[in-house]
Nanobody, 124 residues
Framework: QVQLVESGGGLVQAGGSLRLSCAASGGAFSNRAMGWFRQAPGKEREFVAGISSDGASTYYGASLKGRFTISRDNARNTVSLQMNSLKPEDTAVYYC?????????????????WGQGTQVTVSS
């Protein structure tokens, strides 16, 4: 069973930065694509960024590329999301997720394991 634990959320002013981290346990991390999703109150969970198992391929949600960067360290079983130039509309609970397969997906239902989420609040 894969367990994911996010950290690094918090309150930041618009224009600021945060770095989220996700620690994975339970095995086979280096064989799994990883993703970050977010969910704001009253909205559906949306894809933020994804990275293939070997780190060679990355994907980003619309309008996020250039501000957000996903990376992973397979030796440490961690995946990170660097968020720069944050905007109030980035406020949400951010979730780390893992797939069974090496390739990235942007679909919520294609991820089998989820963390508990970490709150990111961007004030204007």
């Amino acid at each position: 069973q894969v367990q994911l634990v996010e950290s690094g959320g918090g309150l930041v002013q618009a224009g600021g930065s945060l770095r989220l981290s996700c620690a994975a346990s339970g095995g086979a991390f280096s064989n799994r694509a990883m993703g970050w999703f977010r969910q704001a109150p009253g909205k559906e969970r949306e894809f933020v960024a994804g990275i293939s198992s070997d780190g060679a391929s990355t994907y980003y949600g619309a309008s996020l590329k250039g501000r957000f960067t996903i990376s992973r360290d397979n030796a440490r079983n961690t995946v990170s999301l660097q968020m720069n130039s944050l905007k109030p509309e980035d406020t949400a609970v951010y979730y780390c997720a893992a797939r069974y397969t090496p390739s990235v997906s942007t679909k919520v239902y294609e991820y089998s394991y989820w963390g508990q989420g970490t709150q990111v609040t961007v004030s204007s």
